[in-house]
Nanobody
Framework: VQLQASGGGLVQAGDSLRLSCAASGFFFSRYGMGWFRQAPGKERDIVAAISRNGGSTYYADSVKARFTISRDNAKNTVYLQMNSLKPEDTAIYYC????????????????WGQGTQVTVSS
């Protein structure tokens, strides 16, 4: 199982970024997917999650109406579109996979990508 996250970078407040997470080595469509983030000195928190068929999603309150999670099962890829970025969104963003329904708990995810840094300057 491999998850490869990409798309992070340094942007200004109000800008947008699109993160991608390419999956390989497993039946992607059988796994719920999540995006998490971890800022220095803080815990790894859920940002968004999506069901196996993409029909159900979850967002942390802090990103609702700004971020959109989506997936393309034909391309084995999950995305996180981030709009109206704020300095408090600065963190390392990780994608993760869990067999079956998605979860909001990091401990239930069994596979993790390497993380991609997102830095938002004010």
């Amino acid at each position: 199982v491999q998850l490869q996250a990409s798309g992070g970078g340094l942007v200004q407040a109000g800008d947008s970024l699109r993160l991608s997470c390419a999956a390989s080595g497993f039946f992607f469509s059988r796994y719920g997917m999540g995006w998490f983030r971890q800022a220095p000195g803080k815990e790894r928190d859920i940002v968004a999650a999506i069901s196996r068929n993409g029909g159900s999603t979850y967002y942390a309150d802090s990103v609702k109406a700004r971020f959109t999670i989506s997936r393309d099962n034909a391309k084995n890829t999950v995305y996180l579109q981030m709009n109206s970025l704020k300095p408090e969104d600065t963190a390392i963003y990780y994608c993760a996979a869990v067999y079956g329904p998605y979860s909001v708990y990091a401990s239930q995810y069994t596979s993790w990508g390497q993380g991609t840094q997102v830095t938002v300057s004010s």
